[in-house]
């Protein structure tokens, strides 16, 4: 007898149903079975941040759940945040101000960053460096993606603005 | 209305050299479409992983591995006994030693490979390592390279002789069976002289801790043996894909043609991925056995526990002066604690990498340094994590023993530095140790950095500061970090520089299309440092064609030409210097052909932005669009059609960035807890590529630096256990701990570089460390605190204000 589990959840908005065994990770759903390879595995201790993803509105590292905790919920990662047609805020920011070099941690980065803006569309820089305290780079010393994250906030503060 | 382009228009246009281009790069990588080697996926690929030992020391009495074969999944399970008929059990290192792949009758360090699973997928393979039973006799363990060099206990059979004698190894005679190598620069005569009979001499012994570059991607490979056509293909995290596919080929006897390597995106390296592994070997061996694609990627433990340590060095110095400061003297010996194998990436003729920049940025006439290379039971390795072959120990022993000569002399640490400059008038300078500085202008920087900070103001500051300490007022402590470092980057001129007998050039391949776009390919590879965004801009200012029209591509040794790879800081020296060599090439055939198309003499017309003019007469001109589109379809007497070059570059010598870092903190003495209030870096690494990127790898090389000196550390136990092993325990800052920097520069060109480059990503490595560190050392300086080993954690800082009664 199988002791597969029965797993649904809907990822960037697409549907997903398959068997999984209990102890498999959702990092690895996500890239190995679903071919979704934005989240990264940097630590697999929860330290890192790399496999940042978005679950029913809460920012989680992959690395350290199971596909069956995340049974029934919804999951955003990167790929689901903006595209070549649809770039968000974030994505521009963190290219115009140098957020990134070897974009090994971007795409944890900038998950957890779309969260919390949401959270706090007008973080100050110390409400950032908490907020993002929980994924680790190790190439930009951080600076830069504190820009990036503030220059970020302007652009959809003042898109927000402009549409009201 | 007319709309005319000026020059300056043309020159923007082009956004080459001095330009802050956005990178190229950034695009997929923000939307998480980079593609890292764990993402690639191909058919009935398997999954490898490392049966390894939870000792340090001990013999291996047997390895049964029936239990994992029957485990659903597995495939196979390698162990040395399977290696030795085909020669792979060892492998060369790339320091003249030999590394075990698989343990072959005993393990040196906790960690270490002992047999390797393959299996269906990541948790099969799991799986099977824990069924796989290994008996294991303990023997004693040595974690202490002093006492390795007194123990009788013998790490290394393989090297000793067997009437008990110990041969030479790779870099001369041993003198004892734990000991590898010794190393001297310098005069010892001389030297011990000049001390002995000094007006001041200062001593100090100081630990550099083992650390560990821990890029946030670990190692990994995917090795694809096509038995059809007797092709292997293998994509890895490495530094240096040439040099691998060389390796790769000697070890394995594959005929280099029939191996392409390929670096894809790698998620940052700073040394790590710069030697040769056993994962690598066993991921070929394992795709021939199965006939399978096989991937290995390293867990966070495994890389911190197995590849690649950095430092590790105990330095004892000397340091003799007149009363009035000026240095006379240096003495240094290193005991370097290699671990249980000499995996070092340094030059082979290097042993101790580049240690003999030990003299630093001053002008010290006579010096002496020895080195000697030890075994223990700790992980091999011993690479530069982020900075060039020891050079980050190099300047740390030297802004370390200034700071304890200052003391000596009682003078003010900033002084002493200036009176002791090499002056900018003496360069080329040739240093006591030997290598021939190219540039320099020291005075100059170090006093921009100084009044940028108002360093008086900052020492008044200080003084009150201990005055209303002593008056119960405050608790914190001030420290004035100062540091002025040269490093030496560019590896190198191959009359002295190899690696395995490679030697150290670099190479650019350009290939100009039709149209006027371009491709050019490079035997580097970018780790983040941007490369296809400031190759282009090199490559747009030397040919005249906008960077957004140039394609950079690195990393695929099928299509790149033969290049030693990017690590030390040699990519802009080296690969930079080939690519303007390169773009030269073109555009001396561009000249020709322009001169055809404007039916004047090749010497009537001359280059200009993006257009060669004929001289004289600017309205006449072809620019280099027309001129590429021209080498395609114009049958011109005398040259062949097409436009393309190739240039391999040999430096003539190494290129030698400086700069001069400031850093204030304040220091709770009853927490141990510091606080970084200002951190002021000065760069000079000539001529500037992309200011942005500068700037960017400054901050990344900082940080690096702070975590060094603050705390980040792989610590071992007396009985060989990693007590480091996950980021629980090993120290990467957050952004939490990390403050904004300030950069500024001077230019100070590199006069033997094409366009007067000469590397950045490593310097602010190499003088952020010692900075931090002084800072430290400063604040206690007025309580006589002379000298504290890094890293100054939270705890050891405490300790420190500890044991000069500051609690009391």
Redesign the interface.
Known sequence: MSNKMHIKLKVNGKDEEFLA?P??LLI?TL??RL???????????S??G?CTVTIDGKSVKACTMFVAQASGKEIT???GI???DD?HP??TA???H?G????????GM?TRAAKLLEENPNPTEEE???G???????????????KSIQAAAAEMNAAKEAAE | MKDEVTREDRVANLKGLGCSRKRVEDARFTQGKGNYVDDIKLDGMLFGDFVRSPYAHARIKSIDTAAALEVPGVLAVLTAADLEPLGLHWMPTLAGDKQMVLADGKVLFQGQEVAFVVAEDRYAAADGIEAVEVDYEELPVIVNPFEALKSDVVLREDLVAEDGSIPPGAHGPRKHHNHIFTWEAGDKGPTDEVIANAEVVAEESMYYHRTHPCPLETCGCVASMDKVNGKLTLWGTFQAPHAIRTIVSLISGIEEHNIRVISPDIGGGFGNKVGAYPGYVCSVVASIVTGKPVKWIEDRMDNLMTTAFARDYHMTGQISATKEGKITGLKCHVTADHGGFDACADPTKFPAGFMNICTGSYDIPTAYLEVDGVYTNKAPGGVSYRCSFRVTEAVYFIERMIEVLAIKLNMDAAELRRINFIRKEQFPYTAALGWEYDSGDYHTAWDKALKAVDYDGLRAEQAQRVEDFKAGKTRKLMGIGLSFFTEIVGAGPVKNCDILGLGMFDSCEIRIHPTGSAIARLGTISQGQGHATTFAQILASEIGLPADSITIEEGDTDTAPYGLGTYGSRSTPVAGAATAMAGRKIRAKAQMIAAYLLEVHDNDVEFDVDRFVVKGAPEKFKTMKEIAFAAYNQAIPGIEPGLEAVSYYDPPNMTYPFGAYICVMDIDVDTGVPEIRRFYALDDCGTRINPMIIEGQVHGGLTEALAVALGQEIAYDDMGNVKTGTLMDFFLPTAWEVPNYETDFTVTPSPHHPIGAKGVGESPHVGGVPCFSNAVQDAFRPFGNTHTNMPHDHWRIWRTANELGLHD
């Open positions: 065994d102890r498999e690895y890239r190995e071919n979704i390879t934005g989240p990264h595995i940097g630590c697999e201790t330290h890192c790399a990662t990167i790929e903006g595209g070549p770039l974030l994505q963190f290219k115009e140098h990134l070099q070897c974009g090994y941690c971007t795409p900038i950032i460096r908490f993002m305290a929980g994924n680790i780079c190790r190439c930009t010393g951080y600076q830069n993606i504190i």
